[in-house]
Structure formats: C-alpha cells, structure tokens
C-alpha cells in the first residue's frame, strides 16, 4: 500500500519519468499498473544506462 501511495505522490508532484537500476523490470511493471502514462527507463547494463542517458538528455 505505501508503494502505490508513494509513485502516485510523486506522480501528483509533477513526476513521470522514473529510472530502474537492476535486472528486470519489476518496477517498471508496478510503476504503470498505477499510471500507464509514466515512463520507466530500466538499467541493468552498459547498454540500457547508454539508452537511458540518451533518452533523458
């Protein structure tokens, strides 16, 4: 419960980007089953942090 209350906080502050650092992308998966419109870049290697870094620039 303090989960969802938390992203849809950040969410209400203004926050729709979020970064996910590790394998997988369990957060990314909960992140937009509470707002489909949010983006989640995941980092699990050199190649996502590239792709995120260049996403977010």
């Given at each position: ?15 729709r ?41």
């Open positions: 419960m303090r989960w969802t209350e938390s992203i849809q906080a950040l969410i209400a502050m203004g926050h980007t979020f970064l996910e650092l590790g394998p997988g992308k369990v957060v990314a998966g909960l992140i937009s089953k509470i707002d489909k419109d949010t983006v989640v870049h995941s980092v699990e290697d050199s190649a996502s942090l590239e792709a995120a870094v260049a996403a977010l620039s």
